[in-house]
């Protein structure tokens, strides 16, 4: 037979997707780390460094702690058991990312070696986006291990395991349930209890305390390890750059990575490498003074960066200079606030967050999270650090009495700056930077909805977010949402906005070296499983009150714009809520023109919940409706919850299960399993924070 030109190119082209597949793109050099080259400390992302044990033996460990994270969390709590660890047991320990290995040889890790999983579960019980690999490869029975075709492939693995989740999610803490029943049915021997900690109670580090301690001293007597007190030793060495001034052109002020140092940002832009996006235009949607709402168009065209809509934004925020100050004041740290260092992992395993040389300055207020409430265990660490005896013991004592630190602490909402001047307010002097570092989350992209529809405009994003600001009775200061109050910063510069700092707060709007100037925001877009049905014309039924409406403006947008260019749009009903129309009603002018193009195609329920003497919720409006949201079910309609987790989604799911029951005339039982094969089969879909 003859092979034509088209054979060839397709057999090359098969060929090329087999390479790929096997690779698992090893080869098609997209690098793994976010400043590849100029920080990288720990060899991970290395090509050929994908084998743990290879990794373990090289730098003598016998303890890896991976970690499955989303927001930053897990990975905190991961380096926070390898550093103890190594502090109390003398463990020799390493935290690795989950996607930076291979899985293949978990039946050869040796039984004097132990492996610790802290895995996140994120959404509806899904792998957070570094473990997604390593869940793909669990989950195939059996997992296609490379020695071992034992029934008991994992006999000789000894592990250790805690979850992160939320129990306002249906899937709570599935992540770590599952891998547990997969480990321990593959032979593997657990240590310790399985532990969950639980975001939704607010008990997460309690949760991580509580049960660190049992699973330590049943490690110690499955390893035979003697506990000794826990000396500080740094993670990082920290070297001040004598030759080095903030001005040179190798040093970093606060750019995320190599190319955005030399000034030659480019893609694929993900959560490693934002993209520096110019505000196309930022407004407020409420009318009241005391609360904000802002509405900001991103534009990212040019970039390479597409999205659809139902998709999510993370936003790389700016600390505020007040907290910067704060920190910076705290820890005795003014003198030499501008001074340039150099940061390595005194272990090669250890990796620094944040690219270096660059200055205390620009590494606190670009990449760590010093807002954030401060963890009952860093105080207990920060307590050798102290300047006197009495404040010594006053954090030894925060540290180690659960009760104590809830009275003084966190009941008062305070940030480590605050919580250690509140113990002493002289600097803190003596306090390594590697502490401060190690002590401290990552600074985290935040997520925020996409409220604006890919098919009205693929090059412009849209971000509807509520400005946080909570004060605390009694403790006499406001706690302000980092990104949110960013945002609304860069807003009043943008639109010259009489008071240019609100509450206060003031930022380093125009980024490192003023790149971000001209009011610009570093993003990167998350594809999500939120998403419109294909089919136009299938119904669907939205529930999204306060900022929950974002990612149906772009739905509805999106059907506007698919009526209007003459398709068959279905019935597209919204539940919105919020406290009273005048005030805080969401794109309220915006809903009549939509109205205008869908007629009555499009029915929106509104429930205010401030203006009758009864507060009304979209949860009462939907079991008012029950019986024509039954009918639209049963033409198959979606259906769709977005916005607060811990309350409404939950009760919107109950009335859910109400309505089927007493409008189908079955028990609640069959109505609950209802729902749930509607969540499995994509019918119901959450977007919920
Ligand atoms: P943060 O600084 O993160 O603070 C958030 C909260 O943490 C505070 O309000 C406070 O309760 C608590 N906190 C902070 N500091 C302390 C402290 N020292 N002590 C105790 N508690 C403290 N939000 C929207 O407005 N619109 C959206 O469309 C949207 N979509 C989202 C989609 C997804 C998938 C997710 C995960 C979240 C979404 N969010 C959305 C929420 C958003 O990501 C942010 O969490 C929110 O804007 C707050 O961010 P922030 O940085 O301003 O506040």
Not at 639 to 648: L, N, R, S, T
């Amino acid at each position: 037979a003859q092979v034509d030109t088209l054979d060839i190119v397709v057999l090359v082209l098969l060929l090329l997707g087999s390479v790929a597949y096997f690779t698992k793109g090893t080869y098609w050099g997209v690098p793994k780390d976010p400043y590849a080259t100029s920080a990288l400390n720990g060899s991970a992302a290395k090509k050929g460094s994908r084998n743990i044990l290879e990794k373990m033996d090289e730098s003598g460990k016998n303890c890896v702690i991976f970690y499955g994270s989303q927001t930053g969390t897990a990975e905190d709590y991961a380096s926070r058991l390898a550093k103890e660890g190594s502090a109390r047991f003398g463990l020799k320990t390493m935290t690795a990312d989950l996607e930076d290995y291979d899985y293949e040889n978990l039946d050869q890790v040796p039984e004097d070696k132990i492996v610790f999983f802290v895995m996140a579960t994120y959404g509806e019980g899904e792998p957070t986006d570094n473990a997604v690999e390593f869940w793909e490869f669990m989950n195939q029975d059996p997992p296609s291990f490379s020695e071992n075709s034992e029934e008991k492939p994992l006999g000789n693995l000894k592990y250790v395991a805690f979850g992160l989740g939320n129990n306002t999610y249906e899937h709570y803490n599935s992540m770590v349930r599952n891998l547990d029943k997969i480990l321990t049915k593959l032979g593997g021997k657990r240590i310790g209890t399985a532990g969950e900690g639980d975001d939704g109670a607010g008990t997460m580090e309690e949760d991580f305390l509580g049960w660190k301690e049992p699973m330590w001293a049943a490690l110690a007597q499955e390893m035979g390890l003697e506990e000794r007190e826990a000396v500080y030793e740094p993670v990082f060495s920290v070297e001040e750059r004598e030759d080095l001034d903030p001005e040179t052109d190798t040093v970093y002020l606060g750019e995320p990575n190599k190319n955005h140092l030399e000034n030659s940002q480019k893609g694929p832009y993900n959560a490693h490498n934002p993209f520096i996006a110019p505000v196309a235009e930022s407004k407020e949607l409420f009318t009241v003074k005391d609360r904000n709402c802002l509405h900001c168009e991103i534009d990212v065209s040019g970039s390479g960066i597409s999205y659809t809509t139902g998709d999510h934004i993370a936003v790389w925020p700016t600390n505020a200079g007040m907290e910067v100050d704060r920190l910076i004041k705290t820890f005795g740290l003014e003198e030499k606030r501008h001074r340039v260092i150099s940061m390595k992992g005194i272990d090669p395993t250890a990796k620094v967050p944040f690219p270096t040389p660059t200055t205390y300055d620009a590494a606190i207020r670009y990449h760590m999270e010093i807002c954030a409430p401060v963890s009952r265990q860093f105080l207990g660490t920060l307590s050798a650090f102290a300047p006197n005896e009495e404040a010594k013991k006053e954090m030894a004592k925060l540290g180690s009495d659960a009760d104590y630190f809830k009275d003084k602490i966190s009941s008062q909402m305070l940030n480590v700056s605050q919580a250690v001047s509140a113990v002493h307010p002289d600097p803190w002097s003596a306090v390594p930077f590697s502490c401060l570092v190690e002590g401290l989350n990552k600074l985290q992209p935040r997520y925020y909805s996409i409220s604006s529809s890919s098919l009205v405009q693929p090059e412009k994003i849209s971000i509807t977010a509520v400005v946080e600001s909570v004060r605390i009775p009694g403790a006499g200061h406001v706690v302000k949402g980092v990104t949110t109050n960013y945002l609304l910063a860069l807003k009043q510069k943008q639109n010259g906005d009489p008071d240019p700092s609100p509450h206060g707060l003031t930022y380093a709007i125009t980024g490192p070296r003023n790149k971000y100037d001209g009011i610009h925001v570093p993003v990167h877009v998350r594809h999500s499983n939120f998403k419109l049905p294909s089919n136009p014309s299938k119904p669907i039924i939205m529930v999204g009150p306060g900022t929950g409406v974002a990612p149906f403006r772009g739905f509805v947008a999106e059907r506007a714009a698919q009526a209007a260019k003459g398709d068959d749009v279905g019935q597209t009903v919204l539940f919105y809520g919020c406290r009273r129309q005048a005030e805080d009603w969401l794109y309220k002018s915006e809903w009549d023109e939509y109205k205008k193009v869908l007629g009555d195609k499009l029915t929106i329920y509104n429930a205010f919940s401030r203006e009758g003497p009864n507060k009304v919720y979209v949860q009462h409006l939907l079991k008012q409706n029950g019986k024509s949201i039954n009918e639209l079910l049963q033409q198959k309609a979606n259906f769709y919850v977005c916005g607060d987790a811990a309350h409404m989604a939950r009760e919107v799911n109950d009335v859910l299960g109400q309505i089927i029951a007493s409008e189908r005339g079955v028990d609640e039982k069959k109505a609950e399993q209802v729902v749930k094969s509607m969540r499995s089969s994509g019918v119901y879909q959450e977007d919920v924070w």
